[in-house]
């Protein structure tokens, strides 16, 4: 396993420069990263005390600083200690303000203020708190998305990241022998329903993180853990999914963000078809 040192630089949040990284380190899972997080750079105070870290820990240097001044400072100083200098944000600006003819605001997190956009997640992440593991049930009308699915496949997680996306997101548990929410089945008259999928996972995979969970519960629940038991608790929410003809996603192998991602394409669609 070989590491490196990885100098992460934004005059911001530093949200944006540790997303970017974290994609493009994923590709690398040979190297153990030791990340050095400089966030709200906006003097050549501060950035001197970066350019100090780069002398004690040389590596690679990504960083989002719209100050022009700051920009060429740590440019310099990283080509005079022969290091990466990696703009994350420069050629995506430079294009679009060539594109629309137009110079950008060079204001540091402008991203972050506190528009519609903000209150909206905000608005939404109450939301799906509120409406976590079946809670509310009675006004599910109001919900952009409902998650089904057996315990343990990422539900909550799931209407989480959605909520941060903006989206309201509710789900609702499936469990065996137990009628979901009558309310469910009425939303699709709604002139602008809400877009309901159901998960699904293997039946290895689902045992593992059952087991796993129980273990650091210190608990034992025999039908919880049962493969005959979860195979038929499987098997009947995927038969709901094809009767009511809800979206069904297999989260066996995706992460949260990739069933997300495909939750909000299905969402994309639904909005699509009903518009015209």
């Not at 060429?72 to 629309?100: D, F, H, Q």
């Not at 009947?236 to 992460?255: E, H, L, N």
């Amino acid at each position: 396993m070989e590491d490196f040192h990885l100098h992460l630089v934004s005059d911001s949040t530093g949200e944006t420069v540790s997303s970017v990284s974290r994609a493009a380190m994923a590709q690398f899972d040979q190297v153990e990263v030791q990340e050095h997080i400089w966030t709200l750079v906006r003097t050549k105070g501060q950035l001197e005390k970066v350019l100090q870290s780069l002398d004690a820990n040389p590596g690679v240097v990504m960083y989002t600083l719209v100050n022009p001044d700051l920009r060429e400072a740590l440019r310099r100083g990283c080509n005079e200690r022969r290091l990466p200098c990696i703009p994350i944000l420069g050629p995506v600006i430079r294009e679009i303000s060539a594109y629309l003819n137009m110079e950008a605001s060079q204001k540091p997190g402008q991203q972050h203020e506190l528009g519609d956009d903000y209150y909206e997640r905000v608005a939404a992440i109450d939301y799906t708190l509120a409406h976590d593991d079946g809670q509310g049930h009675w006004e599910l009308e109001s919900a952009d998305i409902i998650v089904v699915g057996v315990s343990r496949t990422s539900k909550s997680p799931t209407c989480i990241y959605l909520a941060n996306r903006g989206y309201k997101a509710a789900n609702i548990p499936f469990v065996g022998g137990i009628e979901l929410p009558e309310k469910l089945f009425q939303l699709h008259d709604l002139r602008r329903p809400p877009l309901i999928v159901g998960l699904t996972i293997s039946l290895d995979r689902l045992l593992q993180i059952r087991k796993s969970r129980l273990l650091s519960l210190d608990q034992q629940d025999s039908n919880y853990v049962d493969s005959e038991e979860v195979q038929a608790e499987i098997d009947a929410s995927k038969k709901v999914y094809r009767k009511q003809g809800w979206p069904m996603i297999d989260v066996t192998r995706r992460s949260v963000e990739e069933t997300a991602a495909l939750i909000i394409n299905y969402r994309r669609k639904q909005l699509e078809r009903l518009s015209q």
